[in-house]
Nanobody, 114 residues
Framework: QVQVEESGGGLVQPGGSLRLSCTTSARFFSGYAFYWYRQAPGKERELVTR????????NYPESVKGRFSASRDAAKNTVYLQMNNLKPEDTATYYC???????WGQGTQVTVSS
């Protein structure tokens, strides 16, 4: 089963930046798209970004366009979510998922607050 591990979350002030990481095994990395989701308290999980196998980022909520971008490092079997100009409404637990399938990881908590 595909397993991923997210990291890099934390507490940041509005306007700050964070870079989240998502690591998996080589078998489930190469050639697959990756998806970043987030889930805020009391809300449904929403798709934030799709990172294609060739490294193109597709952002879904209008609210993150121009602020979030994803990238991948094949040498580390890791994908990243760079989040800039963070806002309180970005507060959520962030999850990644490989296009190879599998379940959810534990996620990483992002809190944007002054």
């Amino acid at each position: 089963q595909v397993q991923v591990e997210e990291s890099g979350g934390g507490l940041v002030q509005p306007g700050g930046s964070l870079r989240l990481s998502c690591t998996t095994s080589a078998r489930f990395f190469s050639g697959y798209a990756f998806y970043w989701y987030r889930q805020a308290p009391g809300k449904e999980r929403e798709l934030v970004t799709r990172l294609t196998a060739w490294g193109e980022t597709l952002n879904y909520p209008e609210s993150v366009k121009g602020r979030f971008s994803a990238s991948r490092d094949a040498a580390k079997n890791t994908v990243y979510l760079q989040m800039n100009n963070l806002k309180p409404e970005d507060t959520a637990t962030y999850y990644c998922k490989s296009g190879a399938g599998g379940g959810w990881g534990q996620g990483t908590q992002v809190t944007v607050s002054s």
